[in-house]
């Protein structure tokens, strides 16, 4: 079945010049693994943060399981509980250690410290950081503080990983790893992933290349 779609949407910042996408329709199917492409400014950044609702249209409308974001109240309930964001830069907290940050989301949940506690040790286990779960983000390498960025991300265990450019900071050898990750959370685990990408190799794993260019899709790859 579709798990996101895009109906005919648009995004007309208030300070923008241009509108940022001009009527744009896209189904994703659960567990699909959908990369985003297209040059800089081109609309990728506002796409993926509607079909994740971190924003919303000015008109269309984006529907998570059938149903209309506009009318899903409380909005953030949507984000947290069924939605994973990764991005280009970590956006991790540098006064907490790799298993508190990943327990960020886990908050709103009303579980107790030692439940939070050993399911972020599980998590940065599956990302192959079990050493460093103490660690502080400076203290970390950029491709390990990916790899929490992406424990937290999962933290609520999301049907859908949004990414923006999550490899784009990492050599390729640790981008590899990452991208590793997703092969997994994609086949073991069923997770939907919609990535944005400039890089030929992350879309190469992916079912289905999405091109944008100017506010629009230019074309489709099934894989
Ligand atoms: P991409 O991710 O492909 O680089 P974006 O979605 O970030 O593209 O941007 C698409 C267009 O919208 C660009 O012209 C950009 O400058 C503009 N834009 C993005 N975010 C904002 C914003 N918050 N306010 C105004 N304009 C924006
Ligand atoms: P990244 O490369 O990490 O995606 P961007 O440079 O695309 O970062 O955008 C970073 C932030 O700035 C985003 O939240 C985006 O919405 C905002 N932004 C991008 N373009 C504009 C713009 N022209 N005006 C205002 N905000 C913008």
Redesign the pocket.
Known sequence: GILIRAEDVTKN?P??DVPALRGVSLDIRRGEYVVIMGP??SG???LL?LLGAL?TPTTGEIYFDGQPITSIHPLHKLRSDKIGFV???FHLIPTLTAVENVQIPMFVKGWSPSHRASLATELLESVGMSHRLNHFPQKLSVGERQRVALARALANDPVALLG??PT?NLDSKTGNDVLDLFDRLHQQQNKTLVI?THSPEVAERADRVVHIRDGLIEREDAR
Do not use: A, H, P, V
């Open positions: 910042y300070d923008g800089s400014g990728k950044s506002t943060n924003d991005f280009q830069s923006d450019e784009g944005i």
